[in-house]
C-alpha cells in the first residue's frame, strides 16, 4: 500500500517517481551502498524514468572494493574508488567517535594510509573502476589537525588516476583555493570531474579553461543556492554533468526526504530552466558529458 493511501504526504517517505525523460541520461555520483532496497530494485526505478546509467562512487576501502564488485556484475554500474578526503586524516590519527561507519578506530599513522592507498590502486587497474574519486579536501568536517593527511591522500589519488588513465572525482567542500592549487601544482588528470559542483561563476570560469567537468546535485534547486545556479548558467554544455549524491542532497520539492538515482529527472528540469533550453537539448548533453567524462 502507498505510504501516503490517507490522503497525507509521508515527510519522510521516498519521493514519487518523476515524469520520465525521453532522452536517457546517467547518474554521475551516487552511493547505492547507502540507499534502503537492493541494487537490482533502485536501477529497475532509475531506468523506469530515463536514467539508465549510475557511476557508483567509494570513500573507503570496503566502500571501493563494494564499488568495484557491483560494477563488475552489473552492466548499468561503473564505479569509483577512494578514501574520502574525511576517510584519510581518520586512518592516520583515528576515528574514536565512529563518524566513518566503521566503529572507533585507533590510529594507524602514515604505514596505515599508504596501505589503504595501495588498495586503491590495486581497484583503480580494474576494466569496471572508471574513475579514481571522490577524493580532494573537506575543510568543513576535518579540522587543521587532519589537513596534512588529507592532502597526502588527494596528491596520491591524482598520481593514481593520472597512472591508469582513470578519471578523478573531486570532493571539495570549503576548499576551493587549496584543490585548484593541488590540481595545479601536480597536474589534473585529463577527465577531471567536480562532484557536487559548490563553487560560483568566477570559479566554474577556472575550472572551464581546465576543462574540468562540473557535476550538478539536487542542491542546484535549493533556494540558498543561487551561486550553483549562476555558475551552471556560464558553464561550458560540454562539461556539464548531473548526479544526485544519493541518498544525500535531494532536490527540491523533496529536501529532506530519501534521495536516489530515480530523482535525477527533477534536477534535469531544474537545470534546463535555468540554463533556458529544453529538456532534450540537456539531456542529451548530459548523456554523452557522462560517457566522455568516465570513458565509457
Not at 604505514?111 to 572508471?130: H, N, S, T, Y
Not at 593514481?160 to 583555493?177: E, M, N, P
Not at 537545470?271 to 566522455?292: H, K, P
Request: hydrophobic share 40%; proline share 7%.
Amino acid at each position: 500500500m502507498p505510504s501516503n493511501a490517507s490522503g497525507r504526504s509521508d515527510k519522510n517517505g521516498a519521493p514519487p517517481l518523476p515524469e520520465p525523460l525521453r532522452i536517457p541520461v546517467a547518474d554521475s555520483h551516487t552511493h547505492l551502498d547507502m540507499q534502503s532496497g537492493t541494487v537490482e530494485e533502485a536501477l529497475a526505478k532509475a531506468a523506469s524514468v530515463g536514467v539508465t546509467t549510475v557511476v557508483q562512487v567509494g570513500c573507503d576501502l570496503a566502500g571501493s572494493r563494494w564499488a568495484a564488485e557491483t560494477a563488475a556484475a552489473h552492466d548499468a554500474v561503473h564505479a569509483t574508488v577512494a578514501l574520502h578526503p574525511n576517510e584519510a586524516p581518520r586512518i592516520v590519527h583515528g576515528d574514536p567517535d565512529g563518524w566513518s561507519r566503521q566503529e572507533a578506530r585507533r590510529p594507524g599513522g602514515d604505514a596505515a594510509l599508504d596501505d589503504a592507498l595501495a588498495e586503491i590502486d590495486r581497484l583503480a587497474a580494474l576494466p569496471q573502476v572508471k574513475g579514481v574519486g571522490e577524493t580532494g579536501l573537506d575543510y568543513f568536517r576535518t579540522g587543521p589537525e587532519g589537513k596534512e593527511a588529507q592532502e597526502r591522500s588527494f596528491r596520491a589519488h591524482i598520481e593514481i588516476a593520472k597512472r591508469h588513465g582513470k578519471t578523478l572525482v573531486i570532493h571539495d567542500r570549503d576548499a576551493h583555493t587549496d584543490v585548484l592549487r593541488v590540481l595545479k601544482e601536480e597536474g589534473a588528470p585529463e577527465r577531471t570531474v567536480f562532484h557536487c559542483y559548490s563553487g560560483d561563476a568566477d570559479m566554474a570560469g577556472i575550472c572551464a579553461r581546465a576543462g574540468y567537468y562540473m557535476s550538478f546535485a539536487g542542491n542546484v534547486t535549493f533556494k540558498n543556492a543561487q551561486n550553483l545556479r549562476d555558475a551552471l548558467a556560464v558553464a561550458p554544455p560540454e562539461l556539464v554533468l548531473v548526479e544526485t549524491d544519493a541518498p544525500f542532497l535531494t532536490p527540491a520539492p523533496y529536501r529532506g526526504r530519501p534521495n536516489a538515482p530515480y530523482l535525477v529527472p527533477v534536477t534535469v528540469r531544474a537545470m534546463a530552466d535555468v540554463r533556458g533550453v529544453g529538456e532534450d537539448t540537456l539531456a542529451t548533453a548530459l548523456a554523452a558529458n557522462t560517457a566522455r567524462a568516465f570513458g565509457y
